[in-house]
């Protein structure tokens, strides 16, 4: 299996731009999570799914963070407009379920810079 | 709510020797305990979890953890370090019940010297 594949690895842009970082996750998993790192924050959950449904986005810093979901074998996160202080690594990780006893997988992770 | 204090931002060890890396816990319920670990520039892969089984856990690369309910600490330990060991390690918290929220905690550096 390839694991979880995001995509694109690295995103420089500009303040006030439409950024829109995309997620594969492996197939046959049922639950999807967002999450994002920064130094100062550390790991944050931003969003989870469960059979391609948001179940828990509280963790979405604001309303210009958006996350969908349209079949099971992909799902977005847009930020719009970009602020410099969205700069961060974003993780996209899913796993068989909702459970403890489920693993979660992360992906290599996209970095991005707004300038 | 659920919480975890890794005790050291950062652990230097020397080829060899023995890791000890520590984490205590907050948990209202019975909680599940994994440990992270991230190399440079790369995702996140499981150790190892406790879900209730058994209090000491095996993972991958000769690790492993023990949960002390009396003392709320699941540190992460390895006999013997590797040069490819340094790397972050998190601790993360979650609940037996209910939705699986991961609640990482700081992160602890482990740097290995030859």
């Known amino acids: 299996d390839a694991g979880v594949i995001q995509s694109p690895r690295h995103e420089v842009t500009e303040m006030g731009q439409e950024v829109t970082l995309r997620c594969k996750p492996i197939?046959?998993?049922?639950?999807l999570f967002w999450y994002r790192q920064t130094m100062m924050r550390g790991l944050e959950l931003l969003i989870y799914?469960?059979?391609?449904?948001?179940?828990?986005d509280s963790g979405m810093p604001e309303d210009r963070f958006s996350a969908k979901m349209p079949n099971a074998s992909f799902s977005t996160l847009k930020i719009q407009p970009s602020e410099p202080r969205d700069s961060a690594v974003y993780f996209c990780?899913?796993?068989?379920?909702?459970?403890?006893?489920?693993?979660?997988?992360f992906g290599p992770g996209t970095r991005l810079t707004v300038t | 709510a659920q919480s975890v204090t890794q005790l050291d931002s950062h652990v230097s060890v020397s080829e060899g020797t023995p890791v000890l890396l520590r984490c205590n816990y907050s948990?209202?319920?019975?909680?599940?305990l994994f440990w992270y670990v991230q190399h440079p520039n790369k995702g996140l892969q499981l150790l190892l979890k406790?879900?209730?089984?058994?209090?000491l856990v095996k993972g991958i690369n000769g690790f492993e953890a023990e949960f002390k309910k009396s003392e709320t600490s699941f540190h992460l330990t390895k006999p013997s370090a590797h040069m490819s060991d340094a790397a972050e390690y998190f601790c993360?918290?979650?609940?037996?019940?209910?939705?699986?929220?991961?609640?990482f905690g700081t992160g602890t550096r482990l740097l290995v010297s030859p």
């Open positions: 990780a899913s796993s068989l379920g909702l459970a403890a006893t489920y693993e979660q997988y």
């Open positions: 197939s046959g998993h049922n639950s």
């Open positions: 799914f469960n059979n391609n449904v948001p179940i828990d």
């Open positions: 948990s209202s319920y019975s909680p599940s």
């Open positions: 406790y879900t209730s089984a058994a209090t």
């Open positions: 993360v918290v979650t609940t037996n019940t209910g939705f699986q929220k991961l609640v």
